[in-house]
């Protein structure tokens, strides 16, 4: 599959504040690639460079090999959706979308072609001759989509387009969204600050903080292997214990919890790190509360299993959550799929999966590698 976009050791300085330091991305053809991170982490700054209505202070962008810091906004044939949507309110649903067209002085019967085709794929056929004013939230962000896309561009990028929906529409949006990408088949940059939007419609996900990629990989990878403390906890609930390696059996990784005195078996064998994990190194383990096994009690104890009390549930129509605690007052987070109710002073026990924990290497400052 040939890059579609290549991000190269870019910068961008606003005076002496750093919003994007050294972004290295190569997004392929067809990939639907979202920038996830918290407000200010440089997410949307990168987008603009990408779109050209921001100038790069340092490195390059390469659309299909060819540097693109020089070529102006429309020659770079890129689609966008802002979060507010920019509609044009004087002018029709029709004329949004056929604006673009018109820009390129394409036949009347070219544009209407074009442009039925677009309302037919976000499904707003017969909303030609409405007004912004005269549609729903969910509505206009359709139009948007359907100008963005209907002059056929080779990346399409979309800033936080489902903020301003309220939670169903924004859930019907995404499988919409999933939708278009493969019927289309473009190549997408999504920025969010919605984990859940990331996971659920991304090829791959590019999590930033401070300006920083902190990892880039596929939703699994992401979700299930962090590569450092702050992706663990900003991607998902997490638990965290953090000690020193005192075995290595091939993939069995044994480690000593310091604060607690756990002793802890991760099986790694599907989990890549940058760096070899040897005997006496310091780390953390995590593991996703979706993969904490709970058990009634009745179960023997040993390495990862916990004997635990219930604080407290929280039902969230697809899972229960549960928030318990050892009587060392280790802090544990679980989830079962569906409705459950081990009610508050419930006694339980609890298994931290070997194959679900992921172990993050501390470097000497005791900091993990960002």
Partial sequence: MST??????????????????????????????????????GKTTLLSMILGIQDITEGNIFFDDKPVQDIPIYKRDVGMVFQNYALFPHMTVYDNVAFGLKMRKLSKEEIKKMVTEALSLVKLEGLEKRYPRELSGGQQQRVAFARAIVVKPRVLLLDEPLSNLDAQLREEMRFELKRLHKALGITTIYVTHDQIEALSMSTKIAVMKDGIVQQYGTPLQIFHTPANNFVAKFVGYSNFLTGTVIKVEDNLITMKDEKYGYVIEADITEQKYKEEINMGDKVTATIKPESVQLLDGTGTGGQNVFDVVVQMNDYTGTATRYELTTKEGFEVKASEPGYSNYPQGTHMKVVFRKDRMTLIKMNEGGMQHE
């Fill in 4 to 41: 579609a976009v290549r991000i190269e050791n870019v910068i961008k300085r606003f005076g002496k504040f750093v919003a994007n330091d050294n972004v290295n991305l190569d997004i392929k053809s067809g990939d639907f690639v979202s920038l996830l991170g918290p407000s200010g982490c």
